[in-house]
C-alpha cells in the first residue's frame, strides 16, 4: 500500500449560517490513485478541492496533503506548498491572455525561484510530452479549448508535483477534446501521477479514474471503483457510505480505496 | 426614493475609494481658490477704498523753493490730462526733539490750511486740525508716537520753534509725516534748507505708469528744468501696501491652479474609471429600462455628492487657513476686519462644482453610449491584449518573476497609466516647489538677517513706558571705545560697526534709515541682488524698495536731507533687504557728516552694534563671555551670533506650503490608490489564477508595486522639473510682489543630488497609494478571487 498523499479528518466547512457546505467528511487518497469527485451543484465538491489545495480552511477537522497539514498554514506557507506539491488545472483553464504559451507553462516554476533557463528546458519538455510544443511562442487566445488545457496540465505539472487537482477539467470543452484530456489524465496516471478530478460528468469519471466519491449535500455518499458508478447518483449510494468511506483508524481502507487499488 | 437615486445611492455607497478622492481633490482645489481669490481682493481692497475715499494723489510733485513759485506752480493744474489737483504747500524736512534720550527723526511737514481738497483729503483720526501757528498734525505713521498734547521742539532752528500736537490724521499716499497751518512753515524752514513746495494731481487716466509719466511730463512742462526733486506715483505707494498681501498671491495663484487641474484629471480618471469597471452594471441598468440620459445622470451624481462634501469642507478650509493671513494684512491697515468675501464663497463652490460636473459629464457620456449587448458581454469577450511586448521583455529580465509582472502592467492599460502618472506628477512638482519655495524663503531670511558674525555687541534695548520708548539713563559708550576692546580681545578676526542715523529722500514721505558702517562690511552678509558692494567714502548699496520708491537706478546719486547738510551718495548696488519697506541706506561711515548734530548725539551712538567675525576654532560663548568681562563698564553686551530675525510670514508661508502640499501629495496617492484599487478589482481573477500557482502574499505585494514603480518614477522625473520650473515663475513673482529683487544666489536652490532624492518622491508617493490595494491583492481569498468570471 503507498503512502497517503490527501488525508481528510472529520472536516466540517460552514460558510455563514448556512447548512455546512463540508459535514464531517473523512477521506484518504493514497499516491497513485486516480480520484474523482462527483455529485450535484453545492455538494461541497468544490470546497473540498479548495480545502485539499490549501485556499480555504476548515472550520474543524484537519487536512494533510503529502504529509504536511495545510490547515494550519498561513497564506505564504500554504502558497509554497501549493506550487511545491500540488498541479491545479481549472475548468475556464485559467491561463494568463497576456503570456505566451511558454510563459504561461514556466511560471509556476519562475515563483518558486527556478532560474529562467531551466524552466524554459523544462517546459518544452512538458510541452512536447502533452502535443503542444509547436504553440510555445503563441498566445493562448489563439489555441483551442483542448490545447488551452493541456498548457494548463503542462503549468500544473511544472513544479512535479506528487498531487495533481483538476477541477471541471472538460466543462469548458468540445466532446472531441474533453476525450483528448480525459485520455491525457488517464497517461498522467498510469505514469504513477496522483490525480483527484472534481466533475459532474459521470462518464468522464469512469474514463479517466479509477475511484469515485459521491458527495451530496456535503457528506459522501458513495465511494467506490469508477467502474461500478453506474448507479451512483440513485439512492442506493447513501447506504454505502455509512463505514465504506468513514474510515475513522486511517488506513483508507474502505470499499472504495481496496476499489480503485484494484484498479492500479 | 426614485430608481435612479437607488443607483445612485448604491454607487455612492459602494464605491468608497473614488468617492473619498474625489472629496479629498475638490476640498483641496476649493481651499486654495478660496484663499487665493479672497487675498486677492483683501490685498487690494482696503488701500482702493482709502484711495478713493481721500481722493488720493495720483502724483505728488516736490519742487525745489528756488526754481519756481507758487503762482508758477498753480498754472500747472490746467496741464492736459490733470483733473484735480492740490496745493501748492509749502514743505521743509525738519528734525524735531520728543523729549530727552527719544531718538531724533527727520520728519517732512507741509503746510496746509485745512485737510480736505480736491486732492488728498487728509482725514482727521483723532483732534482737531492745527488752526493757528503752534499746533502740529502728525500723521498716523509718523516715526514720532502721535500723541495729543506731546510737545515737539526744534532746536537746530532759529528761535527753536516748540509746536504742541493737536491732532493724528492719515494720508492714503502719505504726503507728509506732519502738517501745520501755512503760516507756520517759515519758522520750520531753515535758512538754506531743504524747503520746497509739493503738488498733488489727479489725472484722468492713471492705470498705469505710462500714464503716470505722461502727466507728470504734462504738469513739468511748464516749469524750469531741475524745479523737481522728487516725485510719488500712487503706484509705488499701492504697490507698497500691497506687498505683505501680494506676496501670496503668486504663490496661492500656483497652488489653486495645480489644485484644479488636479481636480479635473482626479475627477475625469474617476468617473471614467468607474463607468470603465461599471460596464457591466450598466449593461443591466439599461436592459432594465434605464435611458442613456438617466445612466449619464446616475454617474455624474455620483462624482458630485463626494465633491458637494469635498467643496463644504473646502469651504471650511480656506476659511479656516484665511484667518492667519487675514491677520497679517489687517496689521497693516490697522482696524480694519477682514474676511472671506461672500461672493469669492460663491463663485468657487458654483466653478468647483460645475467643473466637476462637467469633467463627470464628459466621462460619463461613454456610459450613455454604450451599447447594452456590448456591456452585458464584457467580462465574457476577450478583452484586446495589450503590452504583449513588454510581458515577453520583462519575461527575459533578471528580476524575480512577481516584479517583472507587474513592470509590465502600465503597458497593458497605458491610459490608466497615464492619468495615474498625472497624478503623481502633480504630486512630485507639488513637493519639488515646496521643498524649493522653503529653501529660498530660508535663503531670503538669511539675506535679510546679515548675520554673518560669530559674535554681535549691541547696548541693551531701551526700556518701554506708557508713551514709548523711555530715556536712557547714563552715558552711551563711544564706539571707538569698543572697537577698541575688541580690537585687543584674541581670537577677533575682523570687525565692523554698524550705526543707524534717519534721514529724508526729497518727494518720499517717511524716513529712510542710513545705515554707516565703520570698517569693512562686505563680509557682513549682505546679499547683492546687482552691482556691487560698497568701495569707498560716497557710495551706497540700496535695497530694491529704495530704487522703485525713488525711481532710481545703480549710478544714481541720490540727496539724503536731515543728516546736518545735505549729503549726497552714489547708488553702486542693489542689496537684498525688506527691513523699512526697503528704505534704506546703506554706505560708509565717512560719508556721513561729522555733525549730524540732533541724528549723532541721541540716535547713532546708541544704535551702533559692532559685528565680529572670529578666527577659525575660536569658541563664540567663551570669547562673548570674555569679552562681556570687558564690556561692562562700556553698557553694552556682547552674544554669541549674528542678528535674530524671525518672520511671521514665512512661518505663514513655509506652513501654508507645507498644508497644501500634503493635501496635494494626499491627492495624488489617493489617485495613485483609486487606479491601483481598480486594476486590483480588474485582475481578480489573475491574481487568483497566479495565487493558485502558488504566489505567495509578499509575491503580490512586489507584484502590485512593481506595477506602479515604473509609472512612479516617471511621474517624479517629469514633476521634479515642472516643480522647478514653477518655482523659477512663482519665486521671482512673489519677490516682485514683495518689492523684492531676488537675486541668483536666493533662488538657485536646488542641488543635484536633492533634486533625485525628490525625482525618487514620485514612486514614494506611488508605493505609498499603492499598499493599500497591494495588501488587498495579497489577502484575497484564491478560491473566490478563481469564481469571478
Known amino acids: ?264 | 426614493m426614485s430608481a435612479p437615486g437607488r443607483v445612485v445611492r448604491s454607487g455612492v455607497g459602494r464605491r468608497r475609494v473614488p468617492g473619498i478622492v474625489i472629496g479629498l481633490a475638490t476640498l483641496m482645489a476649493v481651499a486654495a481658490s478660496l484663499l487665493g481669490g479672497t487675498l486677492v481682493v483683501a490685498s487690494g481692497a482696503p488701500f482702493d477704498d482709502a484711495f478713493a475715499r481721500q481722493r488720493g494723489a495720483h502724483l505728488s510733485l516736490q519742487f525745489d523753493a528756488d526754481a519756481g513759485g507758487p503762482g508758477q506752480l498753480s498754472g500747472t493744474v490746467h496741464a492736459e490730462g490733470v483733473a484735480a489737483a492740490s496745493g501748492p504747500f509749502r514743505t521743509a524736512t525738519v528734525t524735531p526733539h520728543a523729549g530727552e534720550g527719544v531718538p531724533a527723526w527727520p520728519m517732512t511737514v507741509a503746510g496746509r490750511a485745512r485737510p480736505g481738497g480736491a486732492v488728498d483729503a487728509v482725514t482727521l483720526t483723532d483732534g482737531k486740525w492745527a488752526a493757528r501757528p503752534g499746533e502740529v498734525v502728525l500723521s498716523a505713521g509718523s516715526a514720532v508716537l502721535p500723541i495729543l498734547g506731546k510737545r515737539l521742539t526744534f532746536p537746530g532752528l532759529p528761535g527753536e520753534p516748540e509746536l504742541t500736537v493737536v491732532g493724528v490724521a492719515r494720508s492714503v499716499t502719505g504726503t507728509a509725516d506732519a502738517w501745520v497751518v501755512p503760516a507756520q512753515m517759515a519758522a520750520l524752514t531753515a535758512p538754506g534748507g531743504a524747503g520746497g513746495y509739493q503738488m498733488h494731481y489727479r489725472f484722468t487716466e492713471a492705470g498705469t505708469a505710462a500714464r503716470i509719466t505722461a502727466g507728470r511730463e504734462a504738469v513739468t512742462a511748464a516749469v524750469p528744468p531741475g524745479a523737481v526733486s522728487g516725485e510719488q506715483s500712487w503706484l509705488t505707494v499701492k504697490e507698497s501696501a500691497e506687498h505683505d498681501t501680494a506676496l501670496y498671491v503668486p504663490f496661492l495663484l500656483a497652488f489653486g491652479v495645480l489644485g484644479l487641474v488636479m481636480s479635473v484629471l482626479v475627477v475625469g480618471n474617476v468617473v471614467a474609471a468607474t463607468v470603465g469597471t461599471a460596464t457591466r452594471r450598466i449593461g443591466i441598468l439599461k436592459a432594465v429600462g434605464f435611458t442613456p440620459a438617466q445612466v449619464v445622470r446616475a454617474y455624474v451624481a455620483q462624482a458630485l455628492v463626494p465633491a458637494a462634501a469635498g467643496t463644504a469642507l473646502g469651504v471650511l478650509t480656506g476659511h479656516l487657513l484665511a484667518v492667519p493671513v487675514l491677520a497679517e494684512t489687517e496689521e497693516v491697515y490697522g482696524s480694519t476686519a477682514l474676511a472671506v468675501t461672500p461672493w469669492i464663497d460663491a463663485v468657487v463652490v458654483a466653478g468647483a462644482l460645475g467643473l466637476v460636473a462637467a469633467t463627470a459629464w464628459a466621462s460619463a457620456w461613454r456610459a450613455g453610449r454604450l451599447r447594452t449587448v456590448d456591456a452585458l458581454a464584457v467580462g465574457r469577450a476577450a478583452r484586446p491584449a495589450r503590452g504583449r511586448r513588454a510581458a515577453r521583455l520583462a519575461g527575459r529580465l533578471p528580476l524575480p518573476r512577481p516584479v517583472g509582472l507587474g513592470l509590465v502592467r502600465p503597458f497593458a492599460r497605458p491610459a490608466r497609466a497615464l492619468a495615474t502618472g498625472t497624478a503623481i506628477v502633480f504630486g512630485a512638482a507639488a513637493v519639488t516647489f515646496t521643498v524649493g519655495l522653503g529653501a529660498t524663503l530660508g535663503k531670503v531670511m538669511e539675506a535679510k538677517a546679515h548675520d554673518a558674525a560669530d559674535v554681535t555687541v549691541e547696548p541693551p534695548p531701551p526700556e518701554l513706558g506708557p508713551d514709548g520708548p523711555l530715556p536712557r539713563t547714563g552715558p552711551l559708550a563711544d564706539p571707538a571705545e569698543i572697537a577698541a576692546v575688541i580690537d585687543a580681545r584674541p581670537g577677533t578676526a575682523r570687525h565692523h560697526a554698524r550705526a543707524t542715523a534717519r534721514a529724508t529722500v526729497a518727494g518720499v514721505a517717511g524716513v529712510t534709515e542710513v545705515v554707516s558702517f565703520t570698517g569693512d562690511a562686505s563680509w557682513g552678509g549682505y546679499t547683492m541682488s546687482d552691482g556691487r558692494w560698497i568701495a569707498r567714502p560716497g557710495e551706497a548699496v540700496v535695497p530694491t524698495g529704495f530704487l522703485s520708491a525713488t525711481g532710481t537706478r545703480i549710478g544714481d546719486p541720490v540727496t539724503l536731507h536731515g543728516l546736518g547738510d545735505a549729503v549726497t551718495v552714489r547708488i553702486v548696488g542693489e542689496v537684498l533687504d525688506t527691513r523699512n519697506d526697503g528704505m534704506e541706506v546703506f554706505t560708509d561711515a565717512a560719508t556721513l557728516p561729522d555733525a549730524a548734530p540732533e541724528a549723532s548725539a541721541s540716535s547713532v551712538a546708541g544704535d551702533t552694534t559692532h559685528h565680529i567675525a572670529l578666527e577659525p576654532g575660536t569658541d563664540a560663548a567663551a570669547y562673548a563671555a570674555a569679552l562681556n568681562e570687558k564690556l561692562e563698564p562700556l553698557g553694552v553686551t556682547a552674544r554669541a551670533g549674528g542678528d535674530d530675525r524671525q518672520s511671521s510670514m514665512v512661518l505663514t508661508l513655509n506652513a501654508l506650503s507645507a498644508t497644501l502640499t500634503l493635501m496635494l501629495v494626499a491627492v495624488a496617492a489617493l489617485g495613485v490608490l483609486n487606479g491601483v484599487v481598480l486594476d486590483t478589482r480588474e485582475r481578480v481573477r489573475e491574481l487568483g489564477i497566479h495565487k493558485a500557482l502558488g504566489m505567495t502574499p509578499r509575491q503580490t505585494v512586489a507584484m502590485v508595486l512593481a506595477s506602479i514603480c515604473v509609472t512612479g518614477l516617471v511621474g517624479g522625473a517629469v514633476g521634479v522639473p515642472l516643480g522647478v520650473t514653477l518655482h523659477g515663475l512663482v519665486v521671482p513673482a512673489m519677490g516682485h510682489s514683495a518689492g523684492l529683487n531676488l537675486p541668483e544666489s536666493v533662488t538657485d536652490v536646488y542641488l543635484a543630488p536633492q533634486l533625485l532624492g525628490l525625482a525618487l518622491g514620485g514612486l514614494v508617493i506611488a508605493a505609498a497609494g499603492a499598499l493599500l490595494p497591494a495588501g488587498w491583492a495579497a489577502r484575497t481569498r484564491t478560491a473566490v478571487a478563481l469564481r469571478t468570471e
Do not use: W
Open chain 1, 1 to 264: 500500500m503507498t503512502a497517503p498523499v490527501i488525508e481528510l479528518r472529520d472536516v466540517i466547512r460552514r460558510y455563514d449560517d448556512g447548512p455546512p457546505a463540508l459535514d464531517d467528511v473523512s477521506l484518504t487518497v493514497r499516491a497513485g490513485e486516480s480520484v474523482a469527485v462527483v455529485g450535484p451543484s453545492g455538494s461541497g465538491k468544490s470546497t473540498l478541492l479548495n480545502l485539499v489545495a490549501g485556499l480555504d480552511r476548515p472550520d474543524s477537522g484537519s487536512v494533510t496533503v503529502d504529509g504536511v497539514r495545510v490547515d494550519g498554514l498561513g497564506e505564504a506557507a500554504a502558497a509554497r506548498h501549493r506550487r511545491a506539491r500540488i498541479g491545479m488545472v481549472f475548468q475556464f483553464f485559467n491561463l494568463l491572455d497576456d503570456l505566451n504559451v511558454t510563459d504561461n507553462v514556466v511560471l509556476p516554476a519562475q515563483l518558486a525561484g527556478m532560474g529562467r533557463r531551466e524552466a524554459a528546458r523544462r517546459a518544452k519538455e512538458l510541452l512536447e510530452v502533452l502535443g503542444v510544443d509547436r504553440h510555445a511562442e503563441a498566445h493562448p487566445s489563439r489555441l483551442s479549448g483542448g490545447e488551452r488545457q493541456r498548457v494548463a496540465v503542462a503549468r500544473a505539472l511544472m513544479n512535479r508535483p506528487p498531487l495533481l487537482l483538476a477541477d471541471e477539467p472538460t466543462g469548458a470543452l468540445d466532446t472531441a477534446s474533453g476525450r483528448d484530456v480525459a485520455r491525457l489524465l488517464t497517461e498522467l496516471n498510469a505514469d504513477g501521477q496522483t490525480v483527484v478530478v472534481v466533475t459532474h460528468d459521470l462518464a468522464l469519471a469512469r474514463s479517466c479514474t479509477t475511484r469515485t466519491i459521491r458527495l451530496v449535500d456535503g457528506r459522501i455518499t458513495a465511494d467506490r471503483a469508477s467502474d461500478g458508478i453506474d448507479g451512483i447518483d440513485g439512492s442506493g449510494g447513501s447506504g454505502a457510505t455509512g463505514g465504506g468511506v468513514d474510515g475513522s483508524d486511517g488506513s483508507g481502507a474502505t470499499e472504495g480505496a481496496t476499489a480503485a487499488e484494484r484498479a492500479r
